[in-house]
């Protein structure tokens, strides 16, 4: 049986590996700040992850990621990036490894872990346009080049990227994309904690059956608005920096309504659960896409 890519939880006992593989050739070109590779590694940012690449039993690179907030995005040109998205970087260790395949396996492990966690739409890569046999192992592993930019003065780089949210549609069980999309595009309005755009979701006038049993007939969009406004600045105090979705199902009700029914999951800065809840969704279908009619939260 031939070895397995894993990936295994980074410990302070692989600084030492890790700075010599920062000094091979074949990674030095590309990673050419050795110190501040490290000092992350040491010490990740609260929205960082990293982890060891092992085959078999054997520790043969390194790989670390982290969600993208919307000033970091603006500030490279990246307005098109939705917010959450999460930015990869990977490395393997000696070059007796490079051109195996384990690169792209590493990172098809990584996509099917942090493909769990529907509050991440994308993750993405930046490579060097001079970097060519990463491109094609980054292709291997699902990427694609978006566009060109040059991050922090590095020179040109390609944007590869994987979409998550298609893939999440193709797994889908008889659940149509265009509700999965909905549901990911209701994730990026909420953590935006911008009243409006969630309420943007809403027709007029709209109901919604709150977790305390009250019933809200919402009867303007500027009412609407004002509702959720209240809504997300409430959870924010609470301590909820971003959401997630798991478990939807749909049920069509004729060709122009469906009923979507997804559990919410609040979540800290630091990713762990806050709070949780069962909610449904009357949408209705305006134009080629879908708004809420009616939501119902699920009490005991």
């Known amino acids: 049986m031939s070895p397995t890519v894993t990936l295994q939880p980074f410990e302070s006992s692989h600084l030492e590996v890790l ?19 490290l000092a992350w590694a040491k010490n990740p940012p609260a929205s960082g992850s990293q ?22 995005l603006d500030a490279l040109g990246l307005p098109e990036i939705p917010t959450n998205s999460v930015d990869v970087d990977i490395l393997l260790g000696s070059e007796e490894s490079v ?4 690169g792209p396996s590493a990172l098809g492990v990584l996509a099917d872990r942090i ?9 993405g890569l930046t490579t060097s346009i001079e970097n060519t046999r990463a491109h094609r192992a980054f292709e291997k592993a699902g990427f694609r080049i978006a566009r060109q930019y040059d991050p ?12 998550l ?40 006038p709209g109901v919604a059956l709150r977790g305390d049993g009250s019933i809200h007939c919402l009867q303007s969009r500027a009412e609407i608005d004002r509702f959720f406004q209240a809504a997300v600045e409430s959870y924010y105090r609470d301590g909820c920096r971003g959401i997630r979705f798991r478990d939807l199902e749909a049920v069509p009700m004729g060709s122009r309504s469906i009923l979507g029914t997804v559990t919410w999951e609040l979540l800290r800065d630091d990713g ?3 709070r949780h809840w069962r909610q449904s969704y009357n949408l209705a279908r305006v134009g080629t896409g879908w708004q809420i009619l009616a939501s119902t939260y699920h009490t005991a």
């Open 19 to 37: 700075a010599v593989w920062l000094g091979q050739p074949h990674v030095a070109r590309w990673f050419p700040d050795p110190d501040a590779n």
């Open 165 to 204: 949210r298609a893939e999440r549609a193709s797994d889908s069980r008889n659940v149509p994309a265009d509700v999965v999309t909905f549901f990911d595009d209701f994730v990026e309005a909420f953590t935006s904690f911008n009243g409006a755009r969630v309420a943007a979701r809403y027709l007029v």
């Open 272 to 274: 762990s659960v806050l």
């Open 115 to 123: 493909r769990q966690d529907t509050s991440i739409p994308l993750m």
């Open 99 to 102: 051109g195996k395949g384990l």
């Open 51 to 72: 982890a060891i690449i092992t085959w078999g039993a054997t520790a043969i690179g390194y790989v670390r990621w982290q969600r993208a907030d919307r000033g970091t």
């Open 152 to 163: 922090n003065g590095l020179g040109q780089c390609h944007l590869m990227l994987r979409d």
